[in-house]
């Protein structure tokens, strides 16, 4: 039982009133996914593989409670610092994992996967990310963290998915305006170019190793 389920708990209790027996639900969603998950392997093996990343990345979404919002706000509003660990870490990891990747294909001579991802840093990334941010916070959920507590049945997450599409939608037909304006004129940083790819990876980790410890220290004053 997590916070918020105990929290409801107290809540029902505190009124004389007991929690509905969701065994039903609960056995009724695992017949159905068992079944989708067949049918899909039956009919289309690209389906039923999403299918199952799917239900593997929800239901560690939902155990370890893991969101990007909660991550970079709990520091300064409650002082728990331990998603935000959790995401440097990941973090950490991911960039070992990449760097081994890009390097193998660059030392064979052949092209580097992901390079269209070394997005340019321009005036428009601060300020999508400030607003972003906001939007992240008053939602309270990131766009994982959004699908995992709608599958909790939070009402309050179906709004806020629903204007993340109107979003979506309205950022992608705006997309070519905003490049062509701001993002085109920014910069792309690819560390590996300027620092070789083991300075590159050195300067990364070194930039999230001191953001931990920086969170760490945060977390011992708040608490």
């Known amino acids: 039982m997590n916070i918020e389920e105990y929290e409801k708990y107290k809540k029902l209790k505190s009124k004389g009133?007991?929690?509905?027996?969701?065994?039903?639900?609960?056995?009724?969603?695992?017949?159905?996914?068992?079944f989708l998950s067949i049918y899909l392997g039956i009919i289309n093996f690209e389906s039923f593989k999403y299918w199952v990343i799917g239900l593997g990345f929800g239901f560690i979404l939902q155990k370890s409670r893991f969101c990007f919002t909660a991550a970079f706000r709990d520091p300064y509003l409650t002082g728990s610092t331990a998603l935000t660990k959790a995401a440097l870490l990941s973090f950490a990891i991911t960039s070992v994992g990449f760097t081994v990747i890009k390097y193998i294909y660059f030392n064979r001579g052949l092209p580097i996967p992901g390079m269209d991802y070394v997005a340019p840093i321009s005036f428009a990334t601060l300020i999508g990310a400030f607003i972003f941010g906001i939007g992240?916070?008053?939602?309270?959920g990131c766009a994982s963290g959004t699908f995992m507590r709608i599958g909790e049945g939070f009402q309050l997450q179906i709004v806020t998915l629903v204007f993340f599409v109107i979003g979506s939608f309205w950022a992608a037909h705006d997309y070519l305006w905003w490049e062509k304006i701001f993002i085109s004129k920014g910069f792309r940083v690819f560390l590996p170019d300027i620092f070789g790819w083991i300075g590159g990876l050195s300067v990364n980790l070194l930039i999230i190793l001191s953001l931990y410890f920086l969170v760490k220290r945060l977390g011992k004053s708040r608490n």
Do not use: E, H, R
Request: proline fraction near 9%.
């Open 17 to 34: 009133l007991k929690p509905k027996n969701q065994l039903p639900c609960a056995a009724a969603i695992i017949a159905f996914s068992v």
């Open 136 to 140: 992240m916070v008053i939602s309270g």
